[in-house]
């Protein structure tokens, strides 16, 4: 049964699952470096405006909740632990830990998306949207503070449509991982998905400080 | 001599029929055809514009068409030729059909990804089609903010979508490239035995996945400020058009290496080919592409020296520049001494290489002039400008495409083309591109500034000439459209090698089978190696 | 081809790990360090990185190649931040105006 699994996911143009294997790991790294290029362009915006207007950066900052913040840092390390615990139990050969896994994953995804969610209504109830509304208390800037905000929402916006695909994903893992597609010989997509569910952990490890945690001890 | 046995023999073209195992193809060389109906329909369409730009540049007068209309021309032709031909062109056509024959692999490691690729730009072009067709957009290639962000009120959105869309078939053929040659070279095929157009293209996949995403992240945020009103760009609100330039040009810079790479690459294989004899200085023509790809990267800001950025900035970019000058000279040395004592012949893939030599150093040489600091300020946003990178990406790339495309026509398609109407459009292309573009030079440095659709009467001699000059570049691109098509039919039957050559791909047949090749290469030859090769022939 | 196999035990460590880097850095934001919070958060912010980089990823048991890679792409990064970045804060060195 193992070795029809394994000639079965073969694909033509490689010689040996070895070379597959190590063909798609490389290709999903290269994957996530241009991802790294992908929010640069972001992290670049961002140094600019907040090396140019600190103060106003630092008091748009404060409006956001940091221990929301912090607790939804603590929910995406969860559900990157559970990953990993995922890809381990593949590697073992684990079925059923693998699915519990997959969908603790999921389950983590999407209360970190339900809290982001939540933030981002706030923003929009305190008229912290850039636009006609925009309004920031205690501050002449305003010009100026709507480009954090601006900011904010295309980091996290883009942030968040990563998750989304990333639960997307860990769904089709999810029902090959139940069909039993998934051996100690082939479980490539679980580490491959697994890449991309961690790079997009690390990317809020940055955005997390860099937008919650600007000039917070003024309090 | 053909026999009805060989006649029927399986090859990649006649191993399926109909249009699904053509659409829903994983073979690489179909999807470089793919690819090369696509960007062939795009080169016209961009050449389209170009012949309308020329036309109303024949009078001093804004004439032909409104100038608002005259800044959609050319920015679809930009926008076009750019993003939608030159940046896929040879490592998605050429590139695609030759680099797994090459390295002796059976195919690229993803070959549903390379199909997904051409979809991409496909859709991608769809989105283009539509801004044109609905109106075009008029803010020139480089979409600067805030005249793209804010005021302009044309199809700034879709076009947008149509490139970041295009932009990701392009990153998905730089990862499968580098995986490929990472991962997929045939036993003793190591990196220093690979062909340099193979080499060339690693080094344009670096660059497509590292450039390219910055741009796409660009155009998000354009296309966010634009439908949002976000302010990110918008100087009211304290945002720097700078900004902007920066991340646009960060991509943009390293883009024309995207453009120019591949075709280098091509140059040496037709060199060495028609001089029967290895490439010289293969380490260093090989390191060289590298070395491109990487200072590539660190000399955007000399698009912006008179945008606002800081001295020291403009200072940096300009000291940079002149670096990546010289992995290109190294290039243009070792060909030369490649020509040298070598067994010279002059069919057309030799001629298109010999009018890029001379026609990319001029553009080369030209590049040094507009990184000057002080000359830039004179010329910057003049016809001297145009006329540079006209030198590079058409005396240089597309003069290296066609070279490549004629060079490799036999064993694309097992048919030579006809080589006295080749040779005549080869000479017509040159004629016609040095008709075109010189002028520019003098233009430009003479004031007149590019994107004007009307000027002073003192530079319509000039102007006159350069359109002369495209109506017969217009004649030398379309006679190779007719006869490779005649070709087809009535061409006469190549065999695997008839030029000769060394490399893998012309040991397997003409056109190659499905799956490339009888059995999986063993390599144990130098690359170039033609004293092997002629031990070979003669023993 | 051998495979590392990572125990629970390591990583466990490496999750409780980043979350007391977590919450150190949200402590530490508190504080007023001047210019150094910054240096702070973000060094904070590199080692989470590279705690789930090696670990997680598995990049300690990864190829020379894939190392390459990616230290390629945070180089890369870096060009993009620091050559862009010195536009902006060179502007005004020289006090001429505009310049």
Known sequence: ?219 | MITAAAQERETYLNESYGIKSWLLTKDHKRIGLLYLGTITFFFFLGGIFATLIRLELLTPKGDLVAPDTYNKLFTLHGVIMVFFFLIPSIPATLGNFFLPLMIGAKDLAFPRINLLSWYLLVIGGCFGMYAMLAGGVDTGWTFYVPYSSTYSNTYVIATGLGIFIAGFSSILTGLNFIVTVHRMRAPGMTWFRMPLFVWSNYATALIQVLGTPVIAITLVLLICERSLHIGIFDPARGGDPVLFQHLFWFYSHPAVYIMVLPGMGIISELVSTFSKKAVFGYRFVAFSSVAIAVLGFLVWGHHMFVSGQSVYAGLAFSFLSYFVAIPSAIKVFNWTATLYKGSISYATPMLYAFGFIGLFTMGGLTGLFVACLGINVHVHDTYFVIAHFHYIMVGGTLMAYLGGLHYWWPKISGRMYPEGFAKLSALTVYLGFNLTFFPQFILGYLGMPRRYWQYPDEFQVLHVMSTAGASVLAVGYLMPLIYFVWSLRYGAIAGPNPWGATGLEWQTASPPPAHNFEETPIVTTEAYDYAALEAARVG | ?99
């Not at chain 1, 632990?81 to 603790?104: C, D, E, H, P, W």
């Open chain 1, 1 to 219: 049964m193992d070795s029809h699994v394994e000639t079965l996911a073969l694909r033509e143009q490689f010689e040996t699952p070895t070379q597959q294997k190590e063909a798609s790991t490389l290709g999903m790294w290269i994957f996530l470096v241009t991802e790294i290029m992908f929010f640069g362009g972001m992290f670049l915006a961002y140094a600019v405006y907040r090396h140019e207007f600190s103060e106003v950066f630092s008091a748009a900052s404060n409006t956001l909740n940091v221990v929301i913040g912090a607790v939804n840092t603590g929910v995406l390390l969860c559900s990157s632990y559970t990953m990993v615990l995922a890809v381990r139990s593949a590697q073992i050969g684990n079925r059923k830990a693998l699915i519990v896994f997959l969908i603790l994953t999921m389950l983590f995804g999407g209360v970190f998306l339900g809290v982001k969610a939540y933030e981002w209504n706030e923003k929009f109830v305190e008229h912290h949207v850039p636009g006609p509304t925009f309004h920031l208390e205690g501050t002449s800037m305003q010009g100026q503070a709507q480009l954090f905000f601006s900011l904010y929402f295309a980091m996290t916006g883009v942030h968040a449509l990563h998750m989304v695909v990333g639960v997307g994903i860990m769904l089709v893992l999810l029902f090959q991982a139940y069909a039993g597609r998934y051996t100690p010989a082939y479980y490539t997509p679980v580490d491959v998905g697994g890449l991309y569910w961690h790079f997009v952990d690390i990317i809020w490890i940055f955005l997390f400080p860099l937008l919650y945690l600007i000039g917070r001890h003024h309090h």
């Open chain 3, 1 to 99: 081809m051998t495979e590392h196999i990572d125990s629970i035990k390591t990583y466990t460590i490496v999750f409780v790990l980043l979350l007391l880097l977590t919450l150190a850095t949200t402590v530490t934001a508190t504080i007023d360090l001047r210019s150094f919070n910054v240096v702070v958060a973000l060094s904070i912010a590199v080692v989470k990185m590279l705690l789930v980089a090696l670990f997680f990823m598995h990049l300690r048991h990864s190829s020379i190649l894939t190392k390459v890679v990616v230290g390629g792409g945070l180089l890369w990064l870096g060009i993009l931040l620091l050559l862009g970045l010195s536009d902006f804060v060179s502007r005004g060195w020289l006090r001429v105006p505009g310049k």
